[in-house]
């Protein structure tokens, strides 16, 4: 997607990234391996999902200002159907698009 994306709308400034929730930080290996997408490790000290009240396989899409605007769960959305993909698709450009 990020690469559809970037040829798309490159002016959108989209990044995509994972973060693990804390306590599963065992996992990292496997879920870099291979992989191009940047992977963060929440921390006690952040907590970032707790105060996102992420779920798991949410992606939460951020403003501008990093402030959580929107959720697509992938549980609720499988993104091999075209139309959910397209749905999230959209939903990142027209957030990414909206005016400062």
Do not use: C
Request: no cysteine; charged share 20%; proline share 6%.
């Amino acid at each position: 997607m990020q690469d559809e994306l970037d040829g798309e709308a490159p002016e959108a400034g989209i990044v995509i990234l994972g973060l693990n929730e804390v306590g599963h930080e065992s996992g990292n290996p496997e879920m870099v391996d291979g992989r191009d997408l940047p992977w963060l490790q929440d921390s006690v000290e952040q907590l970032v999902w707790a105060s996102w009240a992420v779920t798991f396989r949410d992606v939460v899409i951020l403003d501008r200002d990093n402030v959580p605007v929107a959720v697509f769960n992938l549980t609720e959305h499988n993104l091999s159907v075209a139309s959910e993909y397209a749905a999230l698709k959209q939903l990142l450009l027209d957030i990414a698009t909206l005016p400062p």
